[in-house]
């Protein structure tokens, strides 16, 4: 059974960075792609990037440049630092294997960006 764990979030100032964290049981990370997603109120959850098992990466436009998705599979973890963070950011940020595995999603971590 897939196990996500995600962390690392919090209130940070529009401009500012935050990395978040994504603890994974087994060894999903080496051998799936893996994808951070986010959902803001009111809005349906989106990709927001993805790294797959060759390290490949891919971002929704909305980030590409301000946000670099990475791997450390030794750890089974994925990471996701965001830079030049904006208002428009602010969501709850989930991990999970892409495509996603619905009974694998945790309770994700809150990242808000005050302007």
């Known amino acids: 059974q897939v196990h996500l764990v995600e962390f690392g979030g919090g209130l940070v100032q529009a401009g500012g960075s935050l990395r978040l964290s994504c603890a994974a049981s087994?060894?999903?990370?080496?051998?799936?792609?893996m994808g951070w997603y986010r959902q803001a109120p009111g809005k349906q959850r989106e990709l927001v990037a993805r790294i797959t098992a060759g390290r490949m990466t891919d971002y929704a436009d909305s980030v590409e440049g301000r946000f670099t998705i990475s791997r450390d599979s030794a750890k089974n973890t994925v990471y996701l630092q965001m830079n030049s963070l904006k208002v428009e950011d602010t969501a709850v940020y989930y991990c999970n294997i892409y495509p996603p595995h619905e009974p694998a999603w945790g309770q994700g971590t809150q990242v808000t960006v005050s302007s």
């Open positions: 087994g060894s999903i990370v080496s051998i799936n792609t």
